[in-house]
């Protein structure tokens, strides 16, 4: 045999009290303070807790409503019950349940299959976490309370207008679920910020673990996709608050509008919540087949075409709604082109099992696996007939629509994430889960889901439409519903199996089992709270079975940054396409503050749903005084100088500028922002289009006079110029300046001055936003702005407050280079915002 | 001591960004076309224009981005360069074999597309 430790990073014994040391530092909190912990394992953990706690309380709701339709003419729920049951249902399964699963999972094994120590920005994991557990809990609770909405999960307008939903039933749910789509968004930047930065050294992009290209499809689409609703729920909720008519037609709104900004959300949506599993998938099968997956190259098109045209779906959720034939056209061809990528992944999947020659194990996680495949692929076959524009004439709004969605859904993703839970348990637990019990789990679930829906169909066929709370005797639909509640009951006794089975098996101690699926991804080396004991140098995409003797090397420390030579939370940055190592990165352990951020922040939302102002904003006071709290120790500095990884690379243990992670996160931030931001521009236009007689200057009051927009079009600029020249007055290490944080009090000043000007002149013109749908749109390129703004001040006072603490110089200067980088694109909203408003009706009206 | 070029030889890198749009290359531009497309079409129609204009605000978007990615297929080599990939033989070919099946993958979605333009009349409500 050949002797490989030449070829080792740290070839040589490692000194003794290094893994003494990594515990130390690792550590988690025990007791009442296991709440502060922020590391990976620990959280990861209680997300996919709360994620998998909404699935049964959503699948508990699905039981009852099963309940009330198994006969005909039932009234075990009165109308108005079901209608907040079906809502809370639906949008806890997708908005409570399915992406934070997923989210769940990535912050979970993504940094054990990229051998980090953890995702870089874990505190922004763990408030992610917290706020989404304490909202969604208050959500769910509001159907106890008759506080639930009635809208269904997709709370078109205008039946959710405050005229015909008065009450504060669906501002619950447009504060509470805009509130959790921000903590989607900040789980979504550290996964994004994670794949492409914390990879180990050698794993290039197209050596990376489909998983880990999956999550980063699957981010990316949140980046771009979640800001679109945003908006909408903020457009929504100003209406029913402040009379603001962007959904009235007779004042030139328009109902539709919310449903292109919702469906360009909620498609999308639907491979947010697929792509992941999708990947899940591609690393069970090959472990169960023990061979390498068969076309990972197309695996990634796959992954990636879909991701694309999947944006260009939306409107066929809308084929009814009268739109022209030739745009029906185009989302018809669209919904048709994306089962080719999607059929790429199944055909590789299926040729993998066939490759192995019958090497395929069929364990439990390969039954889920095998049960997704027939349940997705009649789903997905069911979805080409509906994007079938005269097919989706004929069954929309009905039970047929029912039954494919929930075939693409469950089938998609509950099948995926159970084989996950029987698949990864002993990785994250030390513990399996009991194949017998899970062979019953198994089929009960895949009978029972059947069962319920595959009638659906013929349900459908037969006329029954949805969200009906009771239908009359003898037309035939008796029979279909009475077996789809039989179904329903099936599966629900799968899934209590299951939770048995869990609960049993967290009963028991843990065993030393090691990667005893014998698959070939890093997260099966040897791990603790650390992670790895050092992460190793990847030269292919199964090094584990490239490289049989790589767990007993890394467990010995003879790869990359076996000990924590700063006595700190850390882990490598390495560059995003190569993953060249490129600087150590010090990351945050336990605190408060993060966890008073996400309480308050949630508080703030909530309060602010039943309208109680003054403590709201005093909640939202104090999470932005928590905020600054726990953001005050992000930028450590250059304090502890650079350190060896191994091989002889020593790295710099602080990065400032764009091959900083911070800064990476900020673009990443400014993508969703500028992508609110195109949704804004999308509304503006089409509420134009739909109805330009309300449209300055004939419709509404004269555009103000040039001499404003041009006042602050030159206030952006001179605070542009500010903050430029803040940042070439920089002191020194050791060092303080007086211009520099002067500069950045006039570059907060600007912004905020432009902000106001833009307001005042519309304001002193005579135009108001409850005018009509044009004053509603103007004034909310303002309030945009305004929350652009008020970011930023709050961002440069924070910088000026460093300045004056010492904390900041020209080479600790990462909070500063945040904010400038920030200012710099909310320079450019606010100069095309101008543009758009005070040119676009001179040039259309 | 092992050194460091051991195990990360000297090379030219590839730039981050040039890499990330090459890769993407055809799905963004699949993007271009059926935003011109859709927004075009819709806003002819909109505002009371003639069908035939809609027609061709779909072929010229259409053609325009078919001659696109067919030039990056054909010249593929030539538009790596200039994303910032190094030459052969220190070019990563997965990389390469990802951006040519996407940018055919949108070649066809973008021919898919624009193939109903003739089947249809432009500004008829579909129902």
């Known amino acids: 045999m050949t002797d490989r430790r030449p070829q080792l990073p740290n070839p040589e014994p490692r000194p003794k009290g290094e893994v003494d040391e990594l515990l130390r530092v690792w550590a988690t909190p025990r007791g009442y303070k296991i709440v502060t912990a922020v590391n990976n394992t620990v959280i990861g953990l209680f997300y996919i807790g709360a994620a998998f706690l909404f699935f049964l309380l959503a699948g508990v709701l699905a039981l009852v409503m099963r309940t009330q339709l198994a006969v005909p003419e039932n009234d075990f729920l009165s109308q108005g019950l079901y209608n907040q049951i079906f809502t809370v249902h639906g949008t806890t399964m997708m908005f409570l349940f399915a992406v934070p699963a997923v989210e769940a999972l990535g912050v979970m094994l993504l940094p054990q299959m990229l051998a980090a120590r953890d995702l870089p920005f874990p505190r922004l994991s763990a408030f992610a976490i917290w706020a989404y557990v304490v909202g969604g809990l208050v959500f769910f609770s509001t159907i106890f309370y008759d506080l639930a909405p009635q809208g269904g999960w997709f709370m078109y307008t205008p039946l959710t207008l405050k005229e015909f939903s008065p009450g504060d039933n669906a501002d619950f749910w447009l504060l509470g679920i805009g509130f959790i789509e921000i903590s989607a968004i900040a789980g979504a930047i550290e996964i994004v910020v994670g794949t492409l930065r914390t990879r180990p050294p050698g794993m290039s992009l197209t050596k990376m673990p489909i998983f880990a290209w999956s999550m980063l499809v699957f981010a990316s689409m949140i980046m771009f996709a979640f800001p679109a609703v945003i908006l909408g729920t903020m457009l929504l909720e100003i209406e029913r608050s402040f009379g603001w008519p962007f959904f009235t037609a007779a004042k030139g709104g328009d109902p539709l509008l919310w449903q292109h900004l919702f469906w360009f959300f909620g498609h999308p949506e639907v491979y947010i919540i697929f792509l992941p599993a999708a990947g899940l998938v591609s690393m069970i099968v090959p472990a169960m087949a023990q061979r390498p997956l068969v076309g990972y190259r197309l695996i990634v098109v796959a992954l990636i075409g879909t991701g694309f045209f999947s944006f260009g779906l939306w409107v066929h959720h809308m084929f009814t709604t009268g739109i022209p034939s030739l745009s029906l056209a185009f989302f018809s061809a669209a919904s048709m082109a994306v089962a080719v990528p999607s059929g790429i992944q199944v055909f590789s999947w299926i040729a993998t099992i066939a490759a192995s020659r019958g090497r395929f194990r069929i364990t439990t996680p390969s039954l889920f696996v095998l049960g997704f495949l027939v349940i997705f692929t009649i789903g997905g076959l069911t979805g080409v007939m509906v994007a079938l524009v005269p097919v989706d004439f004929q069954v929309h709004d009905t039970y047929f629509v029912v039954a494919h969605f929930h075939y693409v859904l469950v089938g998609g993703m509950v099948f995926p994430l159970f084989a996950t839970f029987y698949y990864w348990m002993p990785m994250a637990t030390r513990r399996m889960l009991s194949e017998r019990a899970g062979r019953w789990v198994f089929w009960l679930m895949f009978a029972g889901f059947n069962i319920a829906f595959f009638p659906m169909h013929f349900t459908g066929l037969r006329g029954m439409p949805r969200r009906v709370w009771t239908y009359p005797e003898g037309v035939g639909w008796d029979m279909l519903n009475l077996v789809s509640t039989i179904g329903a009951y099936v599966f629900a006794l799968g899934v209590l199996i299951f939770v048995v089975d869990l609960v049993r098996s967290l009963r028991r101690p843990p065993t030393t089992v090691e990667n005893p699926w014998k698959a070939g991804t890093l997260e099966w080396l040897p791990n603790d709270v650390y992670s790895t004991r050092s992460i190793p140098f990847v030269t292919s995409r199964e090094p584990l079975w490239d490289r049989p003797a790589l767990p007993r090397e890394v467990s010995e420390g003879h790869h990359f940054l076996p000990n924590a030579p700063t006595g700190e939370r850390e882990t490598i940055v390495t560059s995003a396409i190569e993953a060249r190592p490129q600087y150590i990165i010090r990351m945050p352990g336990p605190g408060w503050a993060h966890l008073l951020a996400a309480i308050f922040t949630a508080a703030f939302f909530l309060l602010l749903t039943v309208k109680l102002v003054i403590p709201a904003l005093t909640c939202g006071v104090i999470a932005i005084i928590a905020c600054l709290t726990w953001t005050w120790s992000l930028d450590p500095g250059p304090s502890k100088g650079e350190v060896d990884i191994g091989a002889g690379i020593r790295l710099p243990t602080y990065a400032s500028g764009p091959s900083s992670h911070s800064w990476w996160a900020m673009i990443v931030l400014i993508f969703v922002t500028a992508s609110l931001y195109i949704a804004y521009v999308f509304s503006y236009l089409y509420l134009w289009v739909v109805s330009p007689d309300v449209w300055a200057p004939h419709g509404s009051p004269a555009l103000p006079a040039p001499v404003w927009p041009v006042g602050g079009a030159l206030l952006t600029i001179l605070g542009l110029l500010a903050i430029r020249a803040a940042g070439n007055r920089l002191p020194g290490p050791g060092r303080r300046s007086v211009a520099q944080p002067l500069l950045n009090a006039i570059a907060a000043f600007c912004l905020a001055g432009a902000v106001a000007v833009e307001i005042l002149s519309h304001w002193q013109s005579g135009l108001r936003p409850t005018d009509n749908a044009y004053g509603a749109m103007v004034y909310m390129q303002s309030a945009l702005n305004g929350q652009l703004a008020f970011a930023l001040i709050v961002m440069i006072g924070f910088a000026i407050a460093r300045m004056v603490a010492g904390k900041l110089d020209r080479v600790r200067r990462v909070s500063f280079d945040n904010a400038a980088v920030l200012y710099t694109y909310a320079a450019a909203q606010i100069l095309f915002g101008l543009v758009l408003v005070h040119g676009f009706p001179r040039v259309a009206g | ?127």
């Open chain 2, 1 to 127: 001591m092992p050194k460091r070029n051991t195990f990360f030889p000297p090379a030219p890198k590839p730039s981050t960004t040039g890499t990330l749009v090459y890769m993407l290359f055809g799905p963004l531009v699949w993007a271009v076309q059926f935003t011109l497309a859709y927004g075009g079409h819709t806003l002819v129609c909109a505002r009371g224009g003639a069908p035939w204009i809609s027609d061709v605000v779909v072929l010229a978007a259409t053609a325009l981005t078919a001659v696109l990615l067919v030039c990056f297929l054909v010249w593929q080599e030539r538009c790596a360069g200039a994303f910032g990939q190094p030459a052969p033989p220190r070019r990563d070919r997965p990389t390469d074999g990802i951006a040519r099946i996407l940018a055919f993958l949108s070649l066809v979605a973008v021919f898919w597309g624009g193939a109903t333009v003739g089947l249809l009349d432009a500004c008829v409500l579909g129902r």
